[in-house]
């Protein structure tokens, strides 16, 4: 089965920059999307990037001009350049592989503190 690894997590200063990685490995499947989601204490999780199989992006409101989401389709992973952070940035970073009709997958999750 197809698991998903997170990386890049860690403690950053305002206006400072972070990279998040996300590796797909396992059985082999066709992939609708990937994307990245973030939780923060009390709050839902919500949509942070994602990207489809044919390479459409779509960004929360709160991160746009901020955040990209790239994808390297030969490594099965995806990316979230993350600059100009914010301390309301902070929270669990969960990266999202969907399947369609076949379900998604989440990472375990990687923490992303802002301070101020």
């Known amino acids: 089965q197809v698991q998903l690894v997170e990386s890049g997590g860690g403690l950053v200063q305002a206006g400072g920059s972070l990279r998040l990685s996300c590796a797909a490995s396992g059985s082999i499947r066709v992939i609708n999307a990937m994307g990245w989601y973030r939780q923060a204490p009390g709050n839902q999780r919500e949509l942070v990037a994602k990207?489809?199989?044919?390479?459409?992006?779509n960004y929360a409101d709160s991160v746009k001009g901020r955040f990209t989401i790239s994808r390297d389709i030969a490594k099965n992973a995806v990316y979230l350049q993350m600059n100009s952070l914010k301390p309301e940035d902070t929270a669990v970073y969960y990266c999202?592989?969907?399947?369609?009709?076949?379900?998604?997958?989440w990472g375990r999750g990687t923490q992303v503190t802002v301070s101020s």
């Open positions: 999202n592989a969907d399947f369609g009709n076949l379900g998604s997958i």
């Open positions: 990207i489809s199989r044919g390479g459409t992006t």
